[in-house]
């Protein structure tokens, strides 16, 4: 309301003013008008413009003032703590086996990667951006990236897992180890997208959630159905290790073998387009009081100077003299 009361305020004062100034132009006003005492019949609109000129600029730069410089209880907004995307992923040789996709036809890996694009296609805002790979342990890749390039390049066949060492796959205590490597995030920060086939030795009991985390997805590849030979064992998808996992962080369980993890799983880190809009917004509004306020009060002296009177004293006096 402020732009409104500061527009009316000026609205007021300067009518009063263009009120006192037709007092004293109507005193003398055949000393400026010459013998028909008054300017042409247009000027009379002036002293009802220009009020409204300034009240337009007024209420404008008001406007323009309370978007972008107005502080907040008399404090200056602080800024909010911005929102951690942590995908954790398994890097096992397991994820190298070609059973995922709707026809089965792509490797685990590739999977993951494919899942990765589709949510990075559906967030934005004021993100930071985090990778960590598993094997038999953890190991943070990319942390507090701006720029979800980074995330493309680590999931497009960047070797992390030759920095493990070699054996089974402890899916337990590498999820362990990925928590560490988030525990020190602002608290409620971070959300958590973990990728596995769920192919791995006796779970370890999964230690608490850490304050920093506000959300779990536990995200399964790999055929659940129908296993592929490796390492002297079937591995398939096992939604049993993977629901335990999710259970124990508070999380939720996703088959995203075939589909895509659904926009609504993603809650707020989504960015939805807004719907066109069919006119001006308030700042736009702003902007064109002041642009149209400021050609008015700018031009008018000038018009009245020229076309306001036929009366030109100058040609009067050189009469006389002649």
């Known amino acids: ?16 003013a263009e009120w006192l100034h037709a007092r004293r132009i109507r005193a003398v006003g055949r000393l400026a008008f010459g013998p028909a005492s008054q300017a042409r019949a247009w000027t009379r609109l002036v ?100 720029d979800p390039e980074l995330v493309r390049n680590v999931f497009n066949g960047l070797p992390v897992q030759l920095l493990m060492r070699g054996g089974k796959t402890d899916l337990g205590t590498a999820i362990n180890h990925a928590l560490k490597e988030v525990a020190d995030l602002p608290e409620g920060s971070a959300r958590l997208l973990i990728y596995s086939d769920g192919d791995t030795i006796p779970l370890q009991p999964i230690s608490a959630l850490p304050k920093s985390v506000k959300q ?11 296993g592929l030979f490796i390492d002297g064992h ?14 124990s962080l508070g999380g939720t369980y ?17 960015v939805k387009s807004p719907l066109p809009k069919s006119g001006l917004d308030l ?23 020229y076309f306001g009177t036929d009366w030109r004293a100058q040609d009067a006096l050189e009469g006389v003299s002649r």
Do not use: C
């Open 1 to 16: 309301m402020l732009p409104l009361y500061t527009a009316l305020a000026v609205l007021l004062f300067t009518a009063l």
């Open 47 to 146: 002293p009802w413009l220009r009020p409204l000129a300034f009240a337009a600029f007024a209420w404008g730069l008001a406007v323009m003032v309370d978007l972008h410089f107005a502080e907040q209880d008399g404090k200056k907004p602080s800024a909010k703590t911005p929102a951690r995307l942590i995908f954790v992923a398994d890097l096992s040789p397991s994820m190298k086996l070609k059973d995922a996709g709707s026809d089965g036809k792509l490797t685990r890996q590739e999977r993951i990667r494919e899942s990765v694009e589709g949510v990075l296609m559906r967030v934005g805002g004021d993100l930071r951006y985090g990778v960590v790979g598993f094997y038999t342990d953890a190991r943070a890749v990319v942390m507090e990236a701006r």
């Open 216 to 226: 779990v997805l536990v995200l399964g590849v790999g055929n659940p159905n129908k």
């Open 234 to 247: 079937q591995s398939r998808q096992d939604p049993e290790s993977l629901n335990t996992i999710a259970r």
């Open 254 to 270: 996703y088959d995203i073998n075939e589909k895509h993890l659904s926009t609504e799983a993603l809650g707020d880190l989504v």
């Open 283 to 305: 700042e736009q509004w702003a902007m064109l009081a002041m642009l149209l306020g400021s050609l008015f009060l700018t031009f008018v002296p000038v018009v009245l100077q």
